[in-house]
Nanobody
Framework: HVQLVESGGESVQAGGSLRLSCVASGATQDIGCMGWFRQVPGLEREGIGSIDSDGITTYADSLKARFTISRDNAKSTLYLQMNNLKPEDTAMYYC???????????????RGQGTQVTV
């Protein structure tokens, strides 16, 4: 069983940057993929991107120019670097863990509680 805890969300001005973190605990050896999603109330969840155990990343086309996903396996931590933030980036951001294929939203079985980003 895996637990995920996100942090780093806050209010930031347009054009600013934030780095979100997600710490995994529990059965982290079972994690093959980690990903970031975001959701605005009343709208569908949006996939941001993913990273597999080899560090290979995938991104939503609309976000890949500004967002970067990385992971520190030694710290069991996933990161999301967000640059040039825009008001439309305002959302609750969630990390998730699962098994390949990492690019599919249905691959993720565990999700954190989320961290709010307001631009």
């Amino acid at each position: 069983h895996v637990q995920l805890v996100e942090s780093g969300g806050e209010s930031v001005q347009a054009g600013g940057s934030l780095r979100l973190s997600c710490v995994a605990s529990g059965a982290t050896q079972d994690i093959g993929c980690m990903g970031w999603f975001r959701q605005v109330p009343g709208l569908e969840r949006e996939g941001i991107g993913s990273i597999d155990s080899d560090g290979i990343t995938t991104y939503a086309d609309s976000l890949k120019a500004r967002f970067t996903i990385s992971r520190d396996n030694a710290k069991s931590t996933l990161y999301l670097q967000m640059n040039n933030l825009k008001p439309e980036d305002t959302a609750m951001y969630y990390c998730a863990a699962g098994r390949p294929p990492c690019a599919l939203a249905t691959s993720y079985q565990t999700r954190g509680q989320g961290t709010q980003v307001t631009v």
